[in-house]
């Protein structure tokens, strides 16, 4: 089974960015469309951003602007470039392959 590991996640104060990571095991990767979702306390995980095996983008609102997916199917990853950081964007961020398979999330804490 095709296992995705994330990574990039962290504490980082309002108004700067991260870049999460998540790699796949397999190769079937270029095949497939990719997501990343979130989950914040006491809250339903939520879609932040797709993107199809062809490169189309598309985004929630509250993300637009500020958010970046892209993915590099010669290394089997999508990534997640996150800029403009506000509190409400902390929760555990999660990438979900097109296959049916979640990665195991990261943390990423927007705070001063």
């Known amino acids: 089974q095709v296992q995705l590991v994330e990574s990039g996640g962290g504490l980082v104060q309002p108004g700067g960015s991260l870049r999460l990571s998540c790699t796949a095991s397999?190769?079937?990767?270029?095949?497939?469309?990719m997501n990343w979702y979130r989950q914040a306390p006491g809250k339903q995980r939520e879609l932040v951003a797709s993107?199809?095996?062809?490169?189309?983008?598309n985004y929630a609102d509250s993300v637009k602007g500020r958010f970046t997916i892209s993915r590099d199917n010669a290394k089997n990853t999508v990534y997640l470039q996150m800029n403009s950081l506000k509190p409400e964007d902390t929760a555990v961020y999660y990438c979900?392959?097109?296959?049916?398979?979640w990665g195991q999330g990261t943390q990423v804490t927007v705070s001063s």
């Open positions: 397999g190769s079937i990767f270029s095949m497939y469309g």
């Open positions: 979900f392959g097109g296959w049916g398979t």
């Open positions: 993107i199809s095996g062809g490169g189309l983008t």
